[in-house]
């Protein structure tokens, strides 16, 4: 039977640009917020998914029943799985431990492979993104996503993140800002959008324990501080950060990033992952520094529910020496 209906692939992108009140009033500018944690893996990651594995089928390195292997923090992992079991291939995801245990339990019940490490340093051999192309190698069949150097990724916010934006903000857009984990987003969604207008700043939101806020303001790749944002936090130029058009930098703590995953919370019905909060706060820093009345866009990472035993949860918030949601408080 044929239809002219739309197949489960098709929800990935094309996702709502929210206007953002609060950030909006605190910058005295419009801030835009793309809803990312709207795809059907509930994050931004999904389209690199997507879009690498599109690009190893073009490539003829991934045969019908293969496998597809990867390192992820979380997110790529379910946008992986989505991608995997849509089109009739298996899932090995190796992840370090110390991610949510939602996540686990999400990527456990679409069926993927969960291999489970200790935190690392990339430099150590057991990290998850060595330990991966390990198993993808082993694997009779597979191929590794490799989401940090393979340029697939960045491709995906080139040809969709960008695109989206332009026509939802009907080229009206002085800046655009948010973090970096493999830099995909960033860097393809910068590309994409001076491709349309090259006078639009591009600024990075680094968390703290990043290397990258350093790279761009004095050309040194040096961390400081830490940070308890899953799924950013760069501490190396990975391929999709090659050339990546930076003009600015903002470097933004966990504290800022809580404040206003609290606030959209409370004030605009929005419940979102830490990366988104310190997003909008790097978004608020960057339409300052375009002026008043400037118009600034930024990601929506992931949703908040990924994460009701950690950020959303009072002895966690306490143990990490987070302020708590007040009315989480008893
Ligand atoms: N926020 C979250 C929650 C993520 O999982 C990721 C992906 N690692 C990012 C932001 C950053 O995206 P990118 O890998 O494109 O830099």
Same mark, same amino acid.
């Given at each position: 039977m044929t239809t002219s209906l739309p197949d489960t =692939?098709? =929800?990935?992108?094309?996702t709502p640009l929210v206007l953002l009140k609060g950030p909006s009033e605190a910058a005295g500018a419009e801030i835009y917020g793309k809803c990312e944690f709207a795809n059907p893996g509930a994050s931004v990651k999904d389209r690199a998914a997507l879009w690498i594995v599109r690009d190893a089928e073009a490539r003829g390195l991934l045969q019908p029943g293969g496998t597809i292997v990867e390192g992820t923090a979380g997110n790529t992992g379910i946008g992986l799985a989505l991608v995997a079991n849509a089109l009739g291939y298996k899932t090995v995801i190796v992840m370090p431990e110390t991610q949510s245990r939602e996540k686990m339990d999400t990527l456990r019940a679409l069926r993927a492979e969960l291999v489970l490490v200790p935190a690392a340093p990339f430099s150590n051999p057991g990290h998850f993104v060595h330990t991966s192309r390990r198993i993808a190698e082993e694997t009779e069949g597979a191929i590794w996503a490799n989401q940090f150097d393979n340029i697939a990724n960045r491709r995906a916010h080139i040809e969709s993140t960008a695109p989206e934006i332009w026509a939802q903000m009907e080229g009206r857009i002085d800046g655009f800002t948010c973090a970096a984990g493999t830099g995909g987003t960033i860097a393809g969604t910068g590309l994409g959008l001076k491709e349309f207008r090259d006078d639009i700043t591009i600024a990075l939101t680094d968390p703290h324990g990043a290397a990258l806020y350093n790279y761009y303001a004095n050309g040194e790749l040096k961390p400081e501080g830490s940070s308890v944002a899953e799924g950013i936090g760069q501490g190396r130029i990975t391929a999709n950060l090659e050339g990546a058009p930076i003009d600015t930098q903002f470097r933004i703590s966990d504290e800022e990033g809580l404040y206003w995953v609290t606030r959209l919370l409370a004030e605009e019905g929005l419940c979102l992952g830490l990366s988104s909060g310190i997003n909008v706060a790097g978004a608020v820093a960057l339409a300052k520094q375009l002026g008043k009345g400037s118009r600034v866009a930024t990601i929506l990472c992931d949703t908040g529910f990924r994460y009701l035993s950690s950020l959303y949860n009072p002895a966690w918030l306490e143990a990490k020496g987070l302020p708590v949601f007040p009315w989480l408080k008893e």
């Open positions: =692939l098709s =929800l990935i992108g094309n």
